[in-house]
């Protein structure tokens, strides 16, 4: 199919997009100490060069000792790290690009990949890492409204060094994730409960922070998911009612745009429905949606990670038929941006037989 349903602008608050590509967000570990270098800066540049009309950043940390996991992961506050992103969106700026940079906290998730260990105290709702493992103390009233004005720092800070919105990490089992989930949010406070809708609590006041921060106008993105890295086959939500007790106390917020990542972004959400999680989360607030998962590859990240094997590209047609019925509004775009910085460009141009297959060996270089 043509690619048109792609390349249709897009406006909401602060931000004014060329088109519907988002550049998914994904961890490079290429800052050491957790300062963005000039080959990040260059990195970013080249996807927004080659028409890429969001780029979101890979996750950074908020101001809190255990934020991250990985030392070469970067962050979002202290002098040296926000020179480095302020580096990186005016080189974004100088070739027309837009950029939101994606603040997070990993809580409890570990990290297997490095034995360096974040100084304490480790932020949890109750202390686990994962369902039935406990790995440190549930989080303090005073823990948790220090980490609360954390998010709203990083904010206030992305707006004042010119992002063009901020994009919260609340997915993949990390630490906003981590009190939506049941399996490891065992609180009897106000930020725990038997429902999702109770504890959507605490990612309701992450929002209500950032929005104090940045204003009204400025765009406020969360990214969401079911499944977990601690557990691929969780679900929050198993009836759109469920769903809609969810993320309305997110969207009432403040919440602006909902990122809605699934592995692969083709399957459906429901039973007795096609649409996905993010034509759902559209259908059930009215918020825009970015879908993403697997877009424009064969194959999906964790298992082609977990077999050796690499990813093909793959027809766009199921994709671009259901933007073109506005079932969401905008498409994030992973490995495939990841290996190939001219793909947006390409599949404007109709030069689909230059697309470039995925490799594991993609994810050790700034490419």
Same mark, same amino acid.
């Given at each position: 199919?043509?690619?048109?349903?792609?390349?249709?602008?897009?406006?909401?608050?602060?931000?004014?997009?060329?088109?519907?590509?988002?550049?998914?967000?994904?961890?490079?570990?290429?800052?050491?100490?957790?300062?963005?270098?000039?080959?990040?800066?260059?990195?970013?540049?080249?996807?927004?060069?080659?028409?890429?009309?969001?780029?979101?950043?890979?996750?950074?940390?908020?101001?809190?000792?255990?934020?991250?996991?990985?030392?070469?992961?970067?962050?979002?506050?202290?002098?040296?790290?926000?020179?480095?992103?302020?580096?990186?969106?005016?080189?974004?700026?100088?070739? %027309?690009?837009?950029?939101?940079?994606?603040?997070?906290?990993?809580?409890?998730?570990?990290?297997?990949?490095?034995?360096?260990?974040?100084?304490?105290?480790?932020?949890?709702?109750?202390?686990?890492?994962?369902?039935?493992?406990?790995?440190?103390?549930?989080?303090?009233?005073?823990?948790?409204?220090?980490?609360?004005?954390?998010?709203?720092?990083?904010?206030?800070?992305?707006?004042?060094? %010119?992002?063009?919105?901020?994009?919260?990490?609340?997915?993949?089992?990390?630490?906003?994730?981590?009190?939506?989930?049941?399996?490891?949010?065992?609180?009897?406070?106000?930020? %725990?409960?038997?429902?999702?809708?109770?504890?959507?609590?605490?990612?309701?006041?992450?929002?209500?922070?950032?929005?104090?921060?940045?204003?009204?106008?400025?765009?406020?993105?969360?990214?969401?998911?079911?499944?977990?890295?601690?557990?691929?086959?969780?679900?929050?939500?198993?009836?759109?009612?469920?769903?809609?007790?969810?993320?309305?106390?997110?969207?009432?917020?403040?919440?602006?745009?909902?990122?809605?990542?699934?592995?692969?972004?083709?399957?459906?959400?429901?039973?007795?429905?096609?649409?996905?999680?993010?034509?759902?989360?559209?259908?059930?607030?009215?918020?825009?949606?970015?879908?993403?998962?697997?877009?424009?590859?064969?194959?999906?990240?964790?298992?082609?990670?977990?077999?050796?094997?690499?990813?093909?590209?793959?027809?766009?047609?199921?994709?671009?038929?259901?933007?073109?019925?506005?079932?969401?509004?905008?498409?994030?775009?992973?490995?495939?941006?990841?290996?190939?910085?001219?793909?947006?460009?390409?599949?404007?141009?109709?030069?689909?037989?230059?697309?470039?297959?995925?490799?594991?060996?993609?994810?050790?270089?700034?490419?």
């Amino acid at each position: 199919m043509a690619a048109e349903a792609l390349f249709r602008p897009f406006s909401h608050k602060t931000l004014h997009l060329k088109n519907r590509i988002v550049m998914a967000p994904m961890t490079r570990s290429f800052s050491p100490g957790g300062v963005p270098t000039p080959e990040v800066s260059a990195y970013y540049r080249r996807r927004a060069e080659a028409d890429v009309g969001l780029i979101l950043s890979e996750g950074t940390g908020i101001e809190r000792p255990s934020a991250l996991n990985d030392p070469n992961v970067p962050r979002f506050h202290g002098e040296q790290p926000l020179a480095g992103w302020k580096h990186v969106i005016d080189e974004v700026h100088a070739v %027309g690009g837009k950029m939101a940079p994606q603040i997070w906290h990993v809580g409890s998730a570990r990290n297997p990949m490095t034995t360096w260990v974040a100084p304490p105290p480790v932020d949890s709702p109750s202390g686990l890492s994962s369902p039935g493992k406990r790995f440190t103390e549930p989080m303090t009233d005073e823990a948790i409204a220090d980490t609360l004005a954390a998010f709203g720092r990083a904010a206030a800070d992305a707006r004042r060094l %010119g992002f063009d919105a901020v994009e919260i990490h609340g997915a993949h089992g990390y630490l906003i994730d981590q009190f939506f989930w049941d399996g490891v949010n065992q609180r009897a406070d106000r930020y %725990g409960g038997g429902t999702i809708g109770e504890r959507a609590r605490f990612g309701a006041e992450v929002v209500k922070s950032i929005r104090a921060a940045v204003g009204e106008d400025f765009a406020i993105l969360l990214r969401l998911s079911q499944w977990k890295q601690q557990d691929f086959s969780v679900r929050l939500a198993h009836t759109p009612q469920e769903m809609e007790a969810w993320l309305t106390p997110l969207v009432e917020a403040g919440t602006d745009i909902l990122h809605c990542s699934q592995r692969r972004f083709w399957e459906p959400e429901f039973e007795g429905s096609p649409l996905n999680f993010a034509g759902w989360a559209r259908k059930l607030t009215g918020k825009p949606t970015i879908t993403v998962g697997s877009v424009g590859l064969s194959g999906e990240f964790t298992e082609a990670l977990r077999q050796g094997a690499g990813s093909k590209p793959a027809s766009l047609d199921s994709l671009l038929e259901r933007l073109e019925r506005d079932e969401f509004d905008l498409v994030a775009v992973g490995r495939a941006l990841l290996t190939d910085p001219q793909w947006a460009q390409k599949i404007r141009e109709g030069r689909t037989h230059e697309l470039m297959d995925f490799s594991r060996e993609s994810l050790t270089t700034l490419s």
